[in-house]
Antibody
Framework: QLQLQESGPGLVKPSETLSLTCTVS??????????WGWIRQPPGKGLEWIGS???????YYNASLKSRVTISVDTSKNQFSLKMTSVTAADTAVYYC?????????????WGQGTLVTVSS | DIQMTQSPSSLSASVGDRVTITCRAS??????LHWYQQKPGKAPKLLIY???TLPSGVPSRFSGSGSGTDFTLTISSLQPEDFATYYC??????????FGGGTKVEIK
């Protein structure tokens, strides 16, 4: 059974960089059938797609966040990562990593449990 | 950008009720529309993909319909475990996804 697990600091200071890692187990991140993505959810609000990456390193970002976001992949560790620079309180959210099907309909079929990141001094 | 509008934003219903949630896209998205169920403190769970296909393990009381710009999620007989928030997502503009604002289904 595929599992995804987010990890990283739960508290980040304003103007600093948020860094999270998603570790994939029970399957290979190098599968040609999937992208791997990050989605966030501010407290009490809806879901926002942040970006996705293919195992080859091709990346796709939400246009509204593109200038601050970098997603990378480490196939040797079966992990992918998110970096978001210059964070503000508006970036406080639960951050989810997820697997995205890429051969037909592109839905997210497996999700991590999510990790809350609070931006505060 | 493709905008997704869900309605209602919340509803109250009783166990056994038939519930319908709608999702409208700002332009045609064919059948690239998916529904997720999210319970408090949990990650979203894929409920329906490609507008009307249920993944393995999803109860048959859930159904989806629509294509183009207008879509519906129907729960034929609401069960206690169905009280949750439901989100639609379009992936027509892959990989630039957008989600709807969500519909919270509460107990009447």
């Amino acid at each position: 059974q595929l599992q995804l697990q987010e990890s990283g600091p739960g508290l980040v200071k304003p103007s600093e960089t948020l860094s999270l890692t998603c570790t994939v187990s029970g399957g290979s991140i190098s599968s040609t059938n999937y992208y791997w993505g990050w989605i966030r959810q501010p407290p009490g609000k809806g879901l926002e797609w942040i970006g996705s990456i293919y195992y080859s390193g091709s990346t796709y970002y939400n246009a509204s966040l593109k200038s601050r976001v970098t997603i990378s992949v480490d196939t040797s560790k079966n992990q992918f990562s998110l970096k978001m620079t210059s964070v503000t309180a508006a970036d406080t959210a639960v951050y989810y990593c997820a697997r995205r099907e890429r051969t037909s309909w592109y839905y997210f079929d497996y999700w991590g449990q999510g990790t809350l990141v609070t931006v505060s001094s | 950008d493709i905008q997704m509008t869900q309605s209602p934003s919340s509803l109250s219903a009783s166990v056994g009720d038939r519930v319908t949630i709608t999702c409208r896209a700002s332009q045609s998205i064919s059948s690239y529309l998916h529904w997720y169920q999210q319970k408090p403190g949990k990650a979203p769970k894929l409920l329906i993909y490609a507008a009307s296909t249920l993944p393995s393990g999803v109860p048959s009381r859930f159904s989806g319909s629509g294509s183009g710009t207008d879509f519906t999620l129907t729960i034929s007989s609401l069960q206690p475990e169905d009280f949750a928030t439901y989100y639609c997502q379009q992936t027509y503009s892959d990989p630039q996804d957008t989600f709807g604002g969500g519909t919270k289904v509460e107990i009447k």
